[in-house]
C-alpha cells in the first residue's frame, strides 16, 4: 500500500531564516505530487505541482520553491520566511490511472513564523 | 476568482440527523468532484467522488448528489455520527483537456458539528 510522509510535523522559524520542508512517498512509482498550504481560517491553496523528477509548476507567486529530486521526494524550500508564510502546508500524491484521479495527503507541517 | 464555494463556514446537526453539505462551482469544465474530511493538524481524508456523467454516487452513510445544470454538489451523511464532526472540503478537477495533471481546486471548507 501507498504511504506518504512529511517532516517535520511542526516548525517554529524566525523571518528571515531559510526554510526546507520535505515530503516522501512509498510504494508507488512516477506520482503527481502537490504542495499546498492551508492558512488559518482558510481553504487549501496549491502551491507547486510536478509531473516527473525535476519538473516544476508554481501555482501562484510567492517566497517559496519547489524541487523534486527524486521520483517520490518533493522539497517545499524558502531562501527568507516571511510571516505570512505561516500556515499548515499539506503534500499530496496521485496516479494518472485514467481521467479520474483522487489525490492523498500526507499527516501535514505546521510552520509558525515569528 | 474562487471557482469553487462553500458557503456555509459551519452546520451543526444532532446525531442521528441528516447533514448536508453544499459546494458551488463556476467552472462548467470541471468534470471530477471530491469530498475530503479533515481533522484538525492532519491531512485531508479522501472521502467520495463523482463524475460528472453520474447524478448521485453513494457509500455506506455518505451520498454525492452533483446538479450539472445549477453547477451544485452536496455531500450528505444519513445518520450523522459524533465521530464526522471535521472540516469538509469539496474538490473539483477538470480532467477532460488531458493537461491537468490531476490538479484540484478545494473550496474553502465547512466545519461541521455533530453534537451527541
Known amino acids: 500500500s501507498q504511504t506518504i510522509h512529511q517532516w517535520p510535523a511542526t516548525l517554529v522559524q524566525p523571518v528571515g531564516s531559510p526554510l526546507s520542508l520535505e515530503c516522501t512517498v512509498e510504494?508507488?512509482?512516477?506520482?503527481?505530487l502537490y504542495w499546498y498550504r492551508q492558512a488559518a481560517g482558510r481553504g487549501l491553496q496549491l502551491l507547486f505541482y510536478s509531473v516527473g523528477i525535476g519538473q516544476i509548476s508554481s501555482e501562484v507567486p510567492q517566497n517559496l520553491s519547489a524541487s523534486r529530486p527524486q521520483d517520490r521526494q518533493f522539497i517545499l524550500s524558502s531562501k527568507k520566511l516571511l510571516l505570512s508564510d505561516s500556515g499548515f502546508y499539506l503534500c499530496?500524491?496521485?496516479?494518472?490511472?485514467?481521467?479520474?484521479?483522487?489525490?492523498?495527503f500526507g499527516p501535514g507541517t505546521r510552520l509558525t513564523v515569528l | 476568482d474562487q471557482q469553487v464555494k462553500q458557503n456555509s463556514p459551519s452546520l451543526s446537526v444532532q446525531e442521528g440527523r441528516i447533514s448536508i453539505l453544499n459546494c458551488d462551482y463556476t467552472?462548467?469544465?470541471?468534470?471530477?468532484f471530491l469530498w475530503y474530511k479533515k481533522y484538525p493538524a492532519e491531512g485531508p481524508t479522501f472521502l467520495i467522488s463523482?463524475?460528472?456523467?453520474?447524478d448521485k454516487n453513494e457509500d455506506g452513510r455518505f451520498t454525492v448528489f452533483l446538479n450539472k445544470s445549477a453547477k451544485h454538489l452536496s455531500l450528505h451523511i444519513v445518520p450523522s455520527q459524533p465521530g464526522d464532526s471535521a472540516v469538509y472540503f469539496c474538490?473539483?478537477?477538470?480532467?477532460?483537456?488531458?493537461?491537468?495533471?490531476?490538479?484540484?481546486?478545494f473550496g474553502q471548507g465547512t466545519i461541521l458539528t455533530v453534537h451527541p
Open positions: 463523482i463524475s460528472s456523467i453520474k
Open positions: 510504494g508507488t512509482s512516477n506520482p503527481n
Open positions: 499530496a500524491w496521485s496516479i494518472d490511472w485514467g481521467r479520474y484521479n483522487e489525490q492523498f
Open positions: 467552472n462548467s469544465m470541471f468534470d471530477y
Open positions: 474538490a473539483a478537477s477538470d480532467n477532460a483537456g488531458g493537461t491537468s495533471y490531476g490538479k484540484l481546486t
